[in-house]
Structures are given as C-alpha cells and as structure tokens.
T-cell receptor
Framework: QQQVKQSPQSLIVQKGGISIINCAYE??????FPWYQQFPGKGPALLIA?????SEKKEGRFTISFNKSAKQFSLHIMDSQPGDSATYFC?????????????FGKGTRLSVIA | DAGVTQSPTHLIKTRGQQVTLRCSPI?????VSWYQQVLGQGPQFIFQ?????ERGRGNFPDRFSARQFPNYSSELNVNALLLGDSALYLC???WGGGANTEAFFGQGTRLTVV
C-alpha cells in the first residue's frame, strides 16, 4: 500500500517555466509534509516543508500548495533553471514528535531545458 | 558545521556476506534514521533511533539490525546479503525533540552485492 502517491514520474520544462509536481496521501494522521531534492549520487536535501494548518508556503522560487480536504499537496518551482534538474520527492510524517519516520513518494525526475 | 557523514561511500560485497554501515549525525541531533533507496524509487524506512533507543522499524527482515551509540552515531548491519540488498543506504539526522523536526540526510552509502 503506497501511502504517498507522486506524479508525474518525469517532467520536462523549458527554462523560465513553472514546474509543478503533485502528491496525494491517504493517512489523515500525517501532519508534516516536506519536499526533498536529490541530485545523482547525493542524498536528498530538504527544500521546503509545510504543516496542514496553512494552505501555502513560499520560499524563494519554491512554493508548496496544500489542500487538506483533498489530501493533496504540490510543489511549484517558478522560473525553473537548468540547475533545478534533479529528482524531487514528496514525503509525509505523522505525529507531533519529530522522531517518526518519513514516508516518501516515488519521485519525479525534472529536466529543465534551455 | 559538519552535516551528516556516512561511511563508506561505496561498498561491494558478495552474496552471503555481512556489512556494517556507519553514520555520524549533525552535532546536537539525537535522532538517527536509516533508509534504503533502490534505484528509481523513493527512500524506504528501515530503522529509527532516538536517545539510543529503537523507536521504529520498517518492513525489513531480521537480517537488518542497527544500534545507536552514546555519542549518537549509528551503525546499520545487514547479514546474509542478497542481490536485492543492492541500494543506496541513507542516514537521516534530526533533533528529534518536537514537531516539525527537520530531517537532514547524508550522502549515502552505495552498496553493491554481487
């Protein structure tokens, strides 16, 4: 049973365009939703995270939109750059304490072309 | 400040052998988690330790074991290696003490079983 479903599997975006990656979750106990960026041969790096009590969070060119009723959240990358080309993972965690495991989506491979 | 450090970075083992992977968390972080990432997939949770106690275990066989030391570093052991154990093993470090505790990943150990 996949608790976090991520789409699309791959994405090609023109430089300067908007990249949009979507995730859906099933477990309503999830209350922390981070996005990670991973380059080949590297570990995932935390990009941005959101709690379900807000509908949107923006950090620089990266924005998370959160729809609690639909149990969906998405990552928007504005003004996408070739350096953004990487694999992006959404994740979710339940519980108020930080010592609970992250559940990851399968990832989206983003290619930004000039 | 040093990030999460893992050793070794790469490892080749033969089926049936045993392997030990090591992780040093960020200074001040008390929680260490281990994840397995198979090529093309998101990380899958293996173990979580907080204050040297096991706080969670994922759906992995008993061949997998781990421990956390008084200095909060951690080891992951895998016995009787199978070809299917070939993966990137990631260690994540977090403070672990409250809500929204961010998890920071190391660069991983690439294990190849031949």
């Amino acid at each position: 049973q996949q608790q976090v479903k991520q789409s699309p599997q791959s994405l090609i975006v023109q430089k300067g365009g908007i990249s949009i990656i979507n995730c859906a979750y099933e477990n309503t106990a999830f209350d922390y939703f981070p996005w990670y960026q991973q380059f080949p041969g590297k570990g995932p790096a935390l990009l941005i995270a959101i709690r379900p009590d807000v509908s949107e969070k923006k950090e620089g060119r990266f924005t998370i939109s959160f729809n609690k009723s639909a149990k969906q959240f998405s990552l928007h990358i504005m003004d996408s750059q070739p350096g953004d080309s990487a694999t992006y993972f959404c994740a979710a965690r339940k519980g108020s304490a930080g010592n609970t495991p992250l559940v990851f989506g399968k990832g989206t491979r983003l290619s930004v072309i000039a | 400040d040093a990030g999460v450090t893992q050793s070794p970075t790469h490892l080749i083992k033969t089926r049936g052998q045993q392997v030990t992977l090591r992780c040093s968390p960020i200074s001040g972080h008390k929680s260490v988690s281990w994840y397995q990432q198979v090529l093309g997939q998101g990380p899958q949770f293996i173990f979580q330790y907080y204050e040297k106690e096991e706080r969670g275990r994922g759906n992995f066989p008993d061949r997998f074991s781990a421990r956390q030391f008084p200095n909060y570093s951690s080891e992951l052991n895998v016995n009787a290696l199978l070809l299917g154990d070939s993966a990137l093993y990631l260690c994540a470090s977090s403070w672990g003490g409250g809500a929204n505790t961010e998890a920071f990943f190391g660069q991983g150990t690439r294990l190849t079983v031949v």
